[in-house]
Antibody, heavy 117, light 110 residues
Framework: ELQLLESGGGLVQPGGSLRLSCAAS????????MNWVRQAPGKGLEWVSG????????YYADSVEGRFTISRDNSKSTLFLQINSLRVEDTAVYYC??????????WGQGALVAVST | QSALTQPRSVSGSPGQSVTISCTGT?????????VSWYQQHPGKAPKLMIY???KRPSGVPDRFSGSKSGSTASLTISGLQAEDEADYYC??????????FGTGSKVTVL
């Protein structure tokens, strides 16, 4: 059974850092690019970042470029998102999403990141 | 990248058909045949309903269909059912390995 399990979310002060993880199982992780998509409370979906299957090519939305770093450990079937210089507007549920080429055919349950004083 | 434009809400009675539009630009919807649609129930993760404009993943009822004309894509739900009440989001590939989502539409079954 295909599974994506995010962890690492929590309450952080503005300017702080957080590292999200997404443990994958049920598919050949190292054959797929992977993505992070976020959703602010009561708002829509926003693509944040993606990374190639081998991990050599990261991609970012303009809104997070320079503050977020995506990476992966194929030996552990795990995707990561390092978030630095957190802002209040980064408050969201962060979903790990498996792509089907140009769409996202499976999503994790999400990890809540709350940025507040 | 600006979000794709969707109507805030759409409603219909059981058995009726509803259509949700998704308007972008020549850089996203109009420039690629890679529009997808997602259904999201409250508190749940999104679920892929349509990909590559018109294709349905295995297990998605054929009541759901997609189309595109120019820079506007559409999702039609035929034979509306109570369980179809949810938020729906379109998405498009926007080049350079980037994606843009729509603003979201709430479908209400009257």
């Amino acid at each position: 059974e295909l599974q994506l399990l995010e962890s690492g979310g929590g309450l952080v002060q503005p300017g702080g850092s957080l590292r999200l993880s997404c443990a994958a199982s049920g598919f050949t992780f190292n054959q797929y690019a992977m993505n992070w998509v976020r959703q602010a409370p009561g708002k829509g979906l926003e693509w944040v970042s993606g990374i190639s299957a081998a991990g050599g090519s990261p991609y970012y939305a303009d809104s997070v470029e320079g503050r977020f770093t995506i990476s992966r450990d194929n030996s552990k079937s795990t995707l990561f998102l390092q978030i630095n210089s957190l802002r209040v507007e980064d408050t969201a549920v962060y979903y790990c999403a498996k792509p089907a080429v140009y769409s996202f055919d499976f999503w994790g349950q999400g990890a809540l990141v709350a940025v507040s004083t | 990248q600006s979000a794709l434009t969707q109507p805030r809400s759409v409603s219909g009675s059981p058995g009726q058909s509803v259509t949700i539009s998704c308007t972008g630009t020549s850089s996203d919807v109009g420039g690629h045949n890679y529009v997808s649609w997602y259904q999201q129930h409250p508190g749940k993760a999104p679920k892929l309903m349509i990909y590559d404009v018109t294709k349905r993943p295995s297990g998605v009822p054929d009541r759901f269909s997609g189309s595109k004309s120019g820079s506007t894509a559409s999702l039609t739900i035929s034979g509306l059912q109570a369980e179809d009440e949810a938020d729906y989001y379109c998405s498009s590939y926007a080049g350079g390995y980037s994606f843009v989502f729509g603003t979201g539409s709430k479908v209400t079954v009257l």
